[in-house]
């Protein structure tokens, strides 16, 4: 059974940082491809950014220059290094794994994220 775990999450000053983490169990993790989404209550769950076992990265355009993808397979580990957050990046972040040669996606319960003016 695979499971993600996110955390990281908080309230943060406009211009500020926060480091989200997902760690993920049960998985094939080093042959999966990775990826954070966030959403807003009522609103579709939008692409922040992607990471394929071949480290191949995807960024969505609001968040390109200041948000930053990475993972250790060793540790069965995402992040997302958030920058010069604004409070329209205020929303609930999930993980999401996929493992390669599959079409199922696994999702955490996801972490707030709250930016004030």
């Known amino acids: 059974q695979v499971q993600l775990v996110e955390s990281g999450g908080g309230l943060v000053q406009a211009g500020g940082s926060l480091r989200l983490s997902c760690v993920v169990s049960?998985?094939?993790?080093?042959?999966?491809?990775t990826g954070w989404y966030r959403q807003v209550p009522g609103k579709t769950r939008d692409l922040v950014a992607d990471m394929s076992s071949g480290r191949r990265t995807i960024y969505a355009d609001p968040v390109k220059g200041r948000f930053t993808i990475s993972r250790d397979n060793a540790k069965n580990t995402i992040w997302l290094q958030m920058d010069s957050l604004k409070p329209e990046d205020t929303a609930n972040y999930l993980c999401?794994?996929?493992?390669?040669?599959?079409?199922?996606?696994?999702w955490g319960r996801g972490t707030q994220v709250t930016v004030s003016s």
């Open positions: 049960g998985s094939d993790f080093s042959r999966s491809s």
């Open positions: 999401r794994v996929r493992e390669d040669g599959t079409v199922i996606d696994y």
